[in-house]
């Protein structure tokens, strides 16, 4: 079994086809069908039609009216207002729709491909090199794998790309302190948890720190390892090479924590692109793109400029020679364009970050590397905000750790789960387990659920908060149909056309009828949040639903069955748009 046609397509097949017959020239115009409270659909796109063809929008609607036919698919429709139709689906019809993606075994649920998949590289999850998390890098992580799951289950094929900030000046002063330090790293891999490997990196980060500051000689001898450094020289790379492995360690107990995958091949840094930076900037220089300008390599603007009017230059390389997090970038785009044949290039980051990529992606598309066939865009997240709504730091003003942050949601979030876990017959572990999908799926949730670009406020409390647009809202809504299902004995879910669906019944199955387009949309347009409203949505007709319909003391067996079906395909809908924002629902809760 593969795709499932929507019954909003279905019925948009249907309007069309006694549009173009009632109006010729509309043939293939949208007939603007939307889900409505009227009615099942109203579709409002006559009134501009007829519009445009001088006829009276009413008689055009009636017209069309008497050329639909009714019956299988639609059940009744009528010209309402001006000139729009209120549609209502046939119960019948609905059931049917959803036994087709109930049935579908490619655990799909019946969702299509998009029409025109592509190659899209995706940069997110880029925390730096001996430095902590903030939770900033928690967004690019959250929305990062969140993207990414989506547009793979369009179809899309997704190449993942973490561009840590492993390279740049601070590592000679890093690298020069260890070399004369040899041992302020050693332990065995196994032995290092990712806490102690970031307190290691803090610790040598702020006495190295110390040093630069205050003693000259230092000083002169780190500024030289920079060059070294960019060289190649291997025995400074070899000492590098131990920042960036005990970084790793740090990161992926992050990443872990946050419930993600995070592979090490998919890591390509800043030094990642050493061996491109010259080529990126002759390329650039000999094009004419860039121009030497106080010694350094700059590419100028029209519409750039600073608070005084004077252009500012996205700088290439600077006047010492080096390169910047500029020419990393553009020489990624080489790699992703050229070697990894990407028709879309997306940067999960910091919305403080845009001027940057405005002008990096510029910057290429004068360079010939960017083109009409591929599109470069930065989906910008706003700041993440403390409960005062200003930026969230510690009270003294240090950013929040992340993995304090995660511990604690973890708490939290346990502390709910145990107090209904012996109602529910939670195992110890089970607890354990559950606390920390819910911990995490909550801050997840948080992020995900609200527009990107939006700054938004972190507020445990809210978060794990039982009632409201939170993921454990979510989640319970999920193991309550699980909960359902075990007690339902011997009755199995199973479809039944022939019955009379209630109203809240039928505002369920449209939804879910839905679920297909949603996901298409939230890919192509890259809105997760818009896939958390839908499920919230989900949920709450789920509760309308209980509260009016009864499921296992239904009226007959046949109604208990098709009951079940629908509670089913529910939470099975749930669970798959949940596992589409990274987020887990546990069968049990
Ligand atoms: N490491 C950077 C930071 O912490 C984010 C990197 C974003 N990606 C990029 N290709 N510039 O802000």
Redesign the pocket.
Known sequence: MASVTSLRDSVQQHLSSALSAALPEAAGADPLLRRSDRADYQANGILALAKKAKANPRELATQVVSGIVTGEVIADVEVSGPGFLNITVADKAITENLAARYADDTGRLGVPYAAHPGTTVI?YA???VAKEMHV??LR?AVIGDAMVRLLEFTGENVVRRH???DWGTQFGMLIQYLDEHPHELDHKESEVSGEEAMSNLDRLYKTARKLFDSDEEFKTRARRRVVDLQAGDPRTLAIWQKFVDESKIYFFSVFDKLDMEVRDPDIVGESGYNDMLAETCRLLEESGVAVRSEGALCVFFDDIKGPEGNPVPLIVQKSDGGYG?AA??LS?IRDRVFNLKATTLL?V??AR?AL?FRMVFETARRAGWLNDDVTAVQLAFGTVLGKDGKPFKTRAGETVKLEGLLDEAVERATAVVREKAEKVGLTEDEIVENGRYVGVGAVKYADLSTSAVRDYKFDLDQMVSLNGDTSVYLQYAYARVQSILRKAGEARPAAHPELALAPAERALGLHLDQFAETVLEVAAAREPHKMAAYLYQLASLLTSFYDQCPVLKADSPAQVENRLFLVDLTARTLHEGMALLGIRTPGKL
């Open positions: 940069d880029q925390p730096n900033g890098h690019s561009h840590i900030g997090y990393t970038d990624a940067y980051v910091d970050q940057h």
